[in-house]
């Protein structure tokens, strides 16, 4: 059924759908309306069999998660930036112990400085968790990718992380067509856990391991990685079966044939940079998209595939490691390990700084004449950076960062006498 909502209240519908049996909940946002309108509907009765526990913390949001899944129930939760970080040695655990709980991550810068606006930092974050993490590009994908990971999640018994970003997806308000229940029932069958706590037959879960197992442990969340990237293919096209769409997958390309310059991304910015890659093939550019969902498990023969004809590869990203560069850009170059090409990183959007379609144009058009930097940092204000380099040069006591930027600036005051 087609109809208008924000993308927050579209996921939690189709969290609904997919009937989770415990919902554990603490407000962050950009994730709050996600949970608040889960919660609405355990009260009101549209969501049935369903336990929905407030909790003190993101810790033990996730840790509750645990033992719901451990216990044999679909379990969910949702959160974002510091929260994710704060249930850090949970999120371990969780995929540790291969439990299937599902989490909408609401993409949020992480601080300090404090910024509640987008970027893929906080995911960036857990990329080595042992989670699944697929992002979404539209709230259409942001509610289809819930119920593949729901399907995903139960079939390899592993974590999976949907990401969609946040405010720009969560808080928009865009036309969705949200599935039936027979849809989802149809595609989603009920949750039959392969491990279960059971006084029946007792075991234990969270062992002690040694060096001699440990090695052989970490060996099958990698191989159960593997697995899925042969089984989110097959899902999607099961998806797409029953729900008349294609959504979902390892990867999708955009205006590729052809393409001497490719750009990959992640996430919502593709709507942007697809409508700039329209503009500029209509003016003669043979430039397009590679746009990639599935981050963990990287698919490095779909990127290689995608990728392997065009002369230059533009990686915009949405994160930085600090002291390196691109995030992103490290598993690209690895999939184009051999490959002759131009490769580029841009760091862009951090903060929810604007992406626009300007600065775009700007971009591609060196990329195209092999212009660009190794590494750039799109829109950078040179101006308050040098101006604070400089000040550190001068004196010893200079101040925090964030703040003598904020005064540079004019958002703070001058300090007087």
Same mark, same amino acid.
């Given at each position: ?173 865009? +036309? ?129 595939? %995608?990728?392997?004809? %065009?002369? +230059? ?77 400089? +000040? ?26």
């Amino acid at each position: 059924m087609l109809k208008q909502t924000e993308g927050s209240r579209a996921v939690a519908e189709a969290v609904a759908l997919c009937r989770p049996e415990v919902i554990c909940a603490y407000p962050i946002s950009p994730q709050t309306h996600i949970v608040e309108a889960l919660g609405e509907s355990v009260k009101d009765g549209t969501l049935t069999s369903c336990e929905f526990i407030n909790v003190e913390s993101e810790f033990a949001a996730m840790s509750v998660a645990i033992g719901a899944s451990a216990a044999g129930a679909r379990s969910y939760t949702a959160t974002a930036s510091q929260g994710l970080l704060f249930m850090a040695e949970a999120v371990y655990n969780a995929s540790g112990l291969g439990l299937p709980i599902v989490m909408t991550l609401a993409n949020r810068a992480i601080g300090a400085p404090i910024n509640i606006w987008n970027d893929h930092s906080d995911a960036m974050s857990m990329r080595d968790s042992g989670w699944l993490q697929l992002f979404a590009e539209t709230n259409q994908e942001a509610v289809d990718l819930h119920i593949q990971a729901f399907r995903l999640g139960e079939e390899l018994s592993m974590p999976v992380m949907v990401c969609m970003d946040g405010f720009i997806l969560t808080h928009a308000y865009e +036309r969705v067509d949200m599935p039936s229940q027979a849809q989802v029932d149809a595609y989603l069958p009920p949750y039959v856990p392969r491990q279960v706590l059971d006084p029946a037959a007792p075991v234990s879960i969270g062992a002690m391991v040694g060096p001699e197992t440990f090695m052989e442990v970490r060996y099958l969340a990698h191989a159960k990685q593997m697995q899925a990237l042969e089984r989110i293919p097959q899902l999607a096209a099961e998806f797409k079966q029953i729900f008349g769409r294609d959504s979902g997958g390892l990867t999708h390309t955009y205006q590729a044939e052809g393409a001497e310059t490719m750009v990959v991304a992640m996430g919502s910015v593709l709507g942007t940079i697809k409508d700039v890659v329209d503009e500029m093939r209509a003016d003669g550019h043979a430039i397009g998209v590679l746009g990639i969902t599935s981050y963990r498990p990287f698919p490095l023969t779909a990127v290689r595939a %995608a990728l392997k004809s %065009a002369k +230059r590869v533009v990686i915009l990203e949405k994160s930085l490691a600090v002291g390196i560069g691109g995030i992103l850009s490290t598993d690209v170059r690895m999939a184009l390990s051999g490959l002759h090409l131009h490769g580029y990183t841009v760091i862009a959007g951090l903060g929810g700084r604007s992406i626009t379609k300007k600065s775009l144009h700007g971009l591609f058009r060196q990329a195209e004449q092999d212009a660009l930097e190794h590494t750039t940092f799109l829109d950078l204000d040179w101006n308050i950076v040098n101006k604070q380099l400089e +000040r550190e040069r001068q004196t010893r006591h200079s101040g925090p960062v964030a703040e003598n930027l904020l005064r540079d600036q004019g958002v703070v005051a001058a300090k007087i006498g």
